[in-house]
């Protein structure tokens, strides 16, 4: 875990140059880039020397490779039920298994992947009467602050009040009495065809790769964000991209080939290279783990809210509001789950096929458990199940509250 | 003749191949299910599949128990549970460990089976995730299988309802109605269900369950601790253990995850679902020290199941005494993927009046009778390590 990023990262001179795909997916080999520019949701790639989210690795470190040479396996998957296999595939019967091992010796890495060289980080043990978490614009004076400005994430919360962060070098264990997270909001995906294409992301990765030093004057941004924030998200993006389109509707579908190329706006087409979406999911994951009960929302595009916080556990900015998001058709070929590459009409199958409980769809589909652990998706995965009769209950929440790289967690022993 | 109502506890994949064997020999089959399918420790492990073992008795269990999942397919309605073979690696760091496992080489080979002691070099050539690492003083490496738990459990759960078994999910076993000292019911959060015979397949819950029928089986659950990276190319294809007791495993699944876990020797009793701090932080050291390539994927999730521990470490598969009716099948000790399908299978076989197949011998739950739980040395999987000779 390193500090926080001086100039461009590699994301963000991809996004400029105008081939923002610095990842891909794992099961389609589907062309990929982040939603959120902070590590959180996975899809960006990584650093192959440290393993860091290309997302927070400087621009001049690494190189993204332009093509999948697997792509064209993905291909014709695309236009198969993703557990095809069970019946098809994977016969006659004397070849059972060998199929699988086919694919996985034709996909193989070269190698072993490169260890970081770093080393052991130290284990830091600590009590804090009142730990906050997140943006310390909302923190109480007097308390210790965890956050990436401040050098350390959060990524759990365990049994007895214990929050664990990483921090450059240091492993933290910190019991707190109190603990407010104003942790902000994820991107909530919105069902329309073309949802996982790079260039679509959360309105606040853009800002965050501005503030990272990335130059985007040439790149024109579509904006969805509500009527009276636009006033305000025009002057703060001027002279830094070209808004071309500054709406609250979601439009009807996203076009492009390996990236966005242009949004349908009614009847229109509107050219674009990025769209930023200013829809908030709550960043309530932490909230959850402390044990938080997470509902689904109301309204026509919900989100995953807290309910029934512990006493000690308070949710405080983006973190704690209830976006009221504008509507959407559920489109069947949009992806829910991008991580996975789970589509709307993938999760229709598992439930007609006879699953009708969220843990077994889950497990079913992969919906969810991929890199971003449901907080990219879990909105949009729930959402689809409700509109198909299942009870929209949210999956168990687990460690790890966000991405860690082993090597962070891996401290010297103790004794 | 009225068929036979047999009522199963638990959806797992113990009781889901019961219930899809005993349909197809011709009973009248009910699965009660409290949660979800694979909710319990089905859907809490890492499915691997394989012949070495440390006794001889347990081996040819195994050799049956895979060749069972080799042709589970047409029981699950032509799915593909996602079996795949792969390199079961029992990797050794002491020089006691290597010498204790070469004397079950004869034994290996009398069985059939391909289990072979290798040295530090040929342990690195086949084993490359290792290098780097610390060195290993060898390893016993055969061949193996790995099975997606979860297509496996839903597999047979869709099988079973496109063949009308009643499996009712979110029921729970209440307890089991005897009279005379024979079953004659189940009660239900639902009601009571009348049975000719009842399969106990609740693992963790089935002390409980045949606790109200007076029957006393001395298990306890353990928890054991998971973690899983986000999926990368496939890099690996052994199913990697550390024969260490309080050491652990890992190994690549299909989707490209690495799995691992390590064991805490100061783990209590009891069924515990939470996930810990010291897991995430022993695991990454393990593999730090083991195979330290593996340093730079990120960890995405961790979670927690249950083995349910005989005194023995075997499974408890047959009739309990003193309950004509009532019938085990849970106490896998860890071998619950492996185990359960065959064995469930070889039950109701025995349940039909097929007899009981000698393979079946060292699992007979009157082998407890008067026995006491042990809360022995917990991490210890192979119920013996070193010290026991063979």
């Known amino acids: 875990m390193s500090g926080p990023l001086l100039g461009p990262s590699v994301s963000g001179r991809a996004l400029a140059s105008g081939r923002p795909a610095t990842g891909r997916s794992f099961r389609l080999h589907r062309p990929r880039a982040g939603f959120c520019a902070n590590g959180t949701c996975g899809q960006c790639g990584s650093d192959p020397a440290t393993g860091e989210a290309l997302c927070c690795t400087p621009a001049d470190r690494v190189t993204p490779s332009r093509i999948d040479p697997l792509r064209a396996l993905g291909l014709p998957a695309e236009r198969q039920l993703p557990w095809f296999w069970e019946r098809r595939l994977l016969r006659p019967r004397a070849l059972r298994g060998r199929y699988l091992s086919a694919i996985r010796s034709l996909s193989a890495a070269p190698g072993l992947p490169a260890a970081p060289a770093i080393a052991a980080p130290a284990h830091r043990t600590l009590e804090v009467p009142l730990l906050h978490v997140g943006d310390p614009d909302h923190a109480d004076p007097g308390a210790m602050v965890v956050d990436a400005t401040a050098g350390s994430t959060a990524f759990g919360v365990y049994a007895d009040r214990t929050v664990a962060a990483t921090a450059p070098g240091e492993l933290l264990e910190i019991r707190c009495e109190r603990l407010v997270l104003a942790t902000g909001a994820h991107l909530r995906l919105p069902p329309i065809v073309g949802n996982d294409l790079p260039g679509v992301l959360h309105l606040d990765a853009l800002e965050r790769y501005l503030d990272q030093g990335a130059d985007l004057r040439s790149v024109r941004v579509a904006v969805i964000a509500p009527a009276e924030r636009h006033a305000a998200i025009a002057s703060a993006l001027e002279g830094h991209c070209q808004v071309v389109h500054l709406d609250p509707e979601i439009p009807r579908r996203i076009g492009g080939r390996g990236r966005v190329q242009s949004i349908a706006v009614g009847s229109d087409t509107v050219a674009c290279d990025v769209l930023a979406l200013a829809l908030d999911q709550p960043a309530v994951e932490l909230a959850l783990l402390a044990g938080a009960r997470g509902v689904l929302g109301e309204g026509p595009l919900p989100v995953v809210l807290a309910d029934a916080l512990p006493d000690w556990v308070e949710l405080r900015g983006r973190a704690a509001a209830q976006p009221a998001l504008p509507g959407c058709a559920q489109q069947r070929d949009a992806f829910a789950c991008p991580c996975e590459d789970v589509r709307v009409r993938d999760l229709e199958a598992a439930v007609s096929s006879g699953l009708r409980d969220v843990e077994l769809i889950k497990r079913r589909t992969g919906a969810m458990t991929g890199p971003c652990q449901g907080k990219v998706c879990q909105g949009a995965v729930l959402t689809a199940l409700r509109d198909l009769g299942v009870e929209p209950r949210p999956m168990t929440p687990r460690p790890f509250g966000r991405l860690t790289r082993l090597a962070d967690l891996a401290v010297a022993h103790d004794a | ?390």
């Open chain 2, 1 to 390: 003749m009225t068929r036979r109502r047999i009522v199963i506890v638990g959806a797992g994949i113990a009781g889901l191949v019961a219930a899809l064997e005993a349909h197809a020999a011709g009973c009248h089959v009910t699965v009660l299910e409290r949660g979800y399918p694979g909710g319990g420790n089905s859907g809490r492990n890492v499915g691997r599949i394989r012949r070495m073992q440390l006794t001889e008795e347990l081996t040819r269990v195994s050799i049956a128990a895979s060749d069972y999942w080799l042709e589970i397919d047409a029981l699950l309605g032509g799915r593909n549970p996602l079996l795949f073979p792969t390199t079961y690696a029992l990797v050794l760091y002491g020089a006691d460990e290597a010498e204790h496992l070469g004397r079950l080489e004869p034994m290996w080979r009398a069985t059939g089976i391909d289990a072979r002691l290798h040295d530090t070099a040929s342990t690195l050539e086949r084993v490359p995730v290792l290098r780097g690492g610390e060195v290993p003083v060898g390893s016993v490496l055969s061949s193996a299988l790995l099975v997606h738990h979860d297509a496996a459990v839903h597999g047979a759960y869709l099988a079973a309802q496109e063949r009308g078994i009643d499996v009712r999910l979110g029921v729970e076993a209440l307890g089991v109605e005897t009279a005379a000292g024979a079953v004659v019911a189940v009660e239900t959060s639902q009601g009571r269900l009348a049975a000719d015979a009842v399969i106990n397949a609740a693992d963790s819950h089935a002390r409980d369950l045949a606790a109200t029928a007076g029957v006393h089986v001395p298990t306890h659950p353990m928890r054991r601790e998971a973690l899983v990276t986000h999926s990368i190319k496939p890099i690996m294809d052994q199913a990697v253990t550390f024969y260490r007791p309080y050491e652990g495993w890992f190994n690549q699944t299909l989707r490209g995850e690495i799995v691992a876990g390590v064991t805490d020797p100061a783990e209590p009793a009891g069924l515990n679902h939470d996930s810990s701090l010291p897991f995430a932080l022993r695991t990454a050291a393990l593999l730090r020290q083991k195979a330290p390539s593996l340093m730079g994927l990120h960890a995405v999730r961790q979670w927690a199941g249950t083995y349910e521990y005989t005194p023995d470490r075997s499974p408890i598969v047959g009739a309990y005494t003193g309950v004509e009716g009532l019938y085990g099948l849970h106490g896998w000790s860890g071998r619950g993927m492996l185990l359960a399908p065959v064995c469930a299978s070889l039950l109701v076989r025995e349940i039909v009046g097929g007899g009981r197949d000698p393979l079946m011998a060292p699992f007979a739950p009157a082998r407890f009778d008067g026995v006491e739980d042990d809360a022995g040395p917990h991490a210890d999987y192979y119920g013996g390590y070193v010290t026991a000779a063979p």
